[in-house]
């Protein structure tokens, strides 16, 4: 977990710091399946401009999720740009909309701010193709592979037995 000290950083209004900070990312968990960030450390530029309120911290970076593909669980990368930006007041009085949830007790959570960008930042569906045409529901096949139907009616043995009886009837 990366975490940035804010002692560290002291600033007069209307000033900016900006430096480059390694920041840990964590596997994410989408629908049950783990999505690795590689690498694992990324570079990220963090700036902290110093407001008369309070100050405004944005980090960039950029990263690359390795992870199934949501429909045929293909091996999937996923390049994703990440610009965030919070708000931190200096008295937020309990106001939540002036407090960041990263900021606490003079320390940035920097690895969890990244993981939550990056979770906002991402497709409903993760696909190794926008077209994949996933995996057969009948049997379970690659359709990318090999595209197929099913009649059900027939390869089906108890569709069979019902067909028969219809026609008995
Ligand atoms: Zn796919
Ligand atoms: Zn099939």
């Given amino acids: 977990m990366t975490t940035f000290n804010l002692r ?28 690795l960030p590689v690498p694992a450390d990324v570079p990220a530029e963090l700036t902290i401009t110093k407001a008369g309120s309070g100050n405004v911290y944005e980090v960039s970076f950029r990263t690359r ?14 390049e994703v740009p990440i610009r965030a930006r919070e708000y931190h007041a200096n008295n937020p009085a309990g106001d939540e909309e002036l407090r960041s949830p990263y900021v606490d007790a003079d320390a940035l959570d920097l690895s ?3 993981r939550d960008a990056l979770a906002l930042e991402l497709p409903d569906k993760i696909l190794h193709d926008p077209n994949c045409a996933g995996l057969c ?11 197929h139907t099913h009649d059900e009616e027939r390869t089906d043995p108890r569709w069979a037995a019902l067909e028969s009886l219809r026609e008995q009837s």
């Fill in 8 to 35: 560290q950083v002291k600033l007069r209004t209307g000033a900016q710091f900006r430096d480059e900070v390694d920041v840990q990312l964590e596997p994410l968990v989408l629908g049950g399946q783990e999505y």
């Fill in 65 to 78: 999720l390795h992870g199934p593909c949501f429909r045929c669980l293909a091996d999937t990368v996923l």
């Fill in 112 to 114: 969890r701010w990244a």
């Fill in 137 to 147: 529901p009948v049997c379970g096949k690659d359709l990318n592979v090999e595209p």
